[in-house]
């Protein structure tokens, strides 16, 4: 990209859904270019960095607000909805019950709190629909398999939202989450309506 005609602009993303549900890995997969290697799950109170996402007309400095899913945090994360643009709400495939709670409690959530934000469904740890463990585990223990892509795509549409899917771990889908988020929330007037904001003399 050409620096001279390089404009920025500025939108915030915050990213929800149940706890352990992967959301604090594929922000941290997306910033750091891998996977974490910390294998201990320790839940996020809140957390907030900046990437670049570059488009054809300029630059999007994208503000990510990582949540806590537990109710012990709901009041802190209710915070981090102020004068956000998008939210991508999260579910697991492998936990059935975070996809039910995406429509009983984090669509509403989002809506009473940051009621002119755009929102994105995204399923993610889409890697344990294969893994023998997993798909053991669902089995002798609830009875019931890994959540497929029609689950996803038929909450999505009943949300007039886009949807998405990723592995963290893989590193599959985790740039198009936040392509996807980024696309709802920008547009080429956004970036004409600018002046460039680094000039090479």
Sequence with gaps: MDEKQAARIQRKMVVIGDGACGKTCLLQTFRDGEFPKENRYIPTVFDVCIVDIEREQGVVELALWDTAGQEDFDRLRIMSYAEADVVVICFSVEAVESLE??????????????????????????????DAETLEHMRRVCMAAPLTFEHGLRLA?????????????????????????????????????????????
């Design 101 to 130: 709670n995406v429509l009983e409690k984090w669509v509403p959530e989002a809506r009473r709190h940051a009621p002119r934000a755009k929102l994105v469904l995204a399923a993610l740890k889409i890697d344990l629909r294969t």
């Design 157 to 201: 549409k009943a949300l007039g939202a886009p949807y998405v899917e990723c592995s963290a771990k893989i590193g599959v889908g985790v740039k198009h989450v936040l392509e996807t988020a980024v696309a709802l929330v920008v547009s080429d007037d956004d970036f004409s309506a600018r002046s460039p904001c680094c000039l090479i003399l």
